[in-house]
C-alpha cells in the first residue's frame, strides 16, 4: 500500500520547499539523506543507523526492541531521495516506514523527493512495468500516493543549505518551488483522471506537460532531455548547479564539480558495509558510511 500518511496535515510551501523555512532549535537542522533504496529494508536500516553508530553524530532514528525504526527527536531534516520501491523484496516495508517517520517527526522534518519508479507508480498504464511493485498497483493505491503528493511530503526537489535535493537532478538551474507547483499540478490532473475512461490519456499527458519533472530522454528514459526525475549521472555536466542526486548506481559516493550522487546501496548488497547516507550541515557535506566489521567512516564531500 503506498505511502499512507492518512490525516498528516498539509505542509505551507515554504517549509515544503526549505530547510531554511524549518523552524530553528537551538542550531540549524542537520540535513541527513539516503537514496535508492528500492524495496531493500535492511540495507535502508543500515545505512540510517550509520549516525547512531558515529560517535560526531546524535542518531536521526533509533531501533526499537523489534527492529523497528523511529524518529530520533534530534535536530535532523531526514530526506529520502527518490525511488524507495521496486528491485527489492520489501517495498511495502519500507513505505511502512517511511510513512512511520513522516508522522512521527515534526512537519516538515521528513522529505521524499520523486524518483522516477514513484513516477512509474503515477503513470503505471503508461510504462507498464507489470514485473514491478510499481506496474501492480491499483487505482485506490494510485489515490492513496497522490495524498501525500498534494500534501507536499513527496516533492520534485528540496533545497538545502548549498545544494538541492533530487532523484536526478538537472544540468540548469531551476526554482524549487516552481518545480514543486509544476508537480502538485500534475497530481491534481492525475487525481481528476483515476478510474475514468481518460485516466490513461492523462497520464500521458502529464509526462509530456511536465517535462522538467515527470519528463522523459529522447530515444532512453534516461537521455538527454529527460526531467528531474529520470535524467542519468553521466549526462551532468561538471558545471550543473550544486546537487545531491541519486539515480545512477555507484559502488561509492561519486562528485562531478558540484554534483554529488550517493545512490550507492544496491551496488553494495552483496558485501559487507557500503551503505551510506550524506549529512549536510550550513557550511559542510559530508558521506557517512557503514564499513566491514559494522564501524563507521565520515568522508568531507564539500
Wanted: glycine letters at 8%; one cysteine or more.
Amino acid at each position: 500500500m503506498p505511502l499512507d500518511i492518512t490525516g498528516t496535515p498539509r505542509l505551507s510551501t515554504p517549509l515544503r520547499d526549505s530547510i531554511r523555512s524549518v523552524p530553528n532549535e537551538e542550531s540549524s537542522p542537520t540535513i541527513v539523506s539516503i537514496s535508492d533504496i528500492h524495496g531493500y529494508l535492511e540495507a535502508a536500516r543500515s545505512a540510517l543507523l550509520t549516525l547512531a553508530d558515529h560517535p560526531g553524530f546524535d542518531p536521526v532514528v533509533v531501533a526499537d526492541e523489534d527492529g523497528t525504526l523511529h524518529w530520533a527527536n534530534n535536530n535532523y531534516v531526514l530526506v529520502f531521495n527518490g525511488d524507495l520501491i521496486d528491485r527489492g523484496p520489501a517495498n511495502e516495508a519500507v513505505l511502512k516506514m517511511v510513512a512511520r517517520l513522516i508522522k512521527e517527526a515534526p512537519p516538515g522534518r521528513v522529505r521524499v523527493t520523486l524518483g522516477n519508479h514513484e513516477a512509474i507508480l503515477l503513470s503505471t498504464d503508461h510504462f507498464g512495468y507489470s514485473n514491478w511493485f510499481a506496474g501492480q498497483v491499483n487505482v485506490d493505491d494510485r489515490r492513496l500516493f497522490l495524498e501525500p503528493v498534494l500534501a507536499g511530503h513527496v516533492v520534485a526537489a528540496y533545497q538545502g543549505y548549498n545544494v538541492t535535493y533530487a532523484h536526478a537532478g538537472s544540468p540548469d538551474p531551476y526554482s524549487v518551488s516552481e518545480v514543486n507547483e509544476s508537480l502538485i499540478k500534475a497530481a491534481k490532473k492525475l487525481a481528476d483522471g483515476l478510474g475514468t475512461n481518460d485516466d490513461v490519456r492523462v497520464q500521458q499527458q502529464v509526462i509530456d506537460e511536465h517535462q522538467r519533472v515527470l519528463g522523459v530522454g529522447d530515444g532512453h528514459p534516461k537521455s538527454p532531455g529527460a526531467g528531474l526525475v529520470w535524467l542519468d549521472f553521466a549526462y551532468l555536466p561538471k558545471d550543473a548547479p550544486p546537487q545531491v542526486v541519486g539515480h545512477t548506481r555507484h559502488t561509492t559516493p561519486q562528485r562531478k564539480g558540484q554534483v554529488h550522487c550517493q545512490n550507492v546501496l544496491r551496488n553494495n548488497l552483496d558485501s559487507e558495509g557500503g551503505e551510506a547516507v550524506f549529512v549536510e550541515e550550513p557550511n559542510f557535506l559530508y558521506a557517512v558510511t557503514r564499513c566491514p566489521h559494522s564501524n563507521v567512516k565520515t568522508k568531507i564531500l564539500r
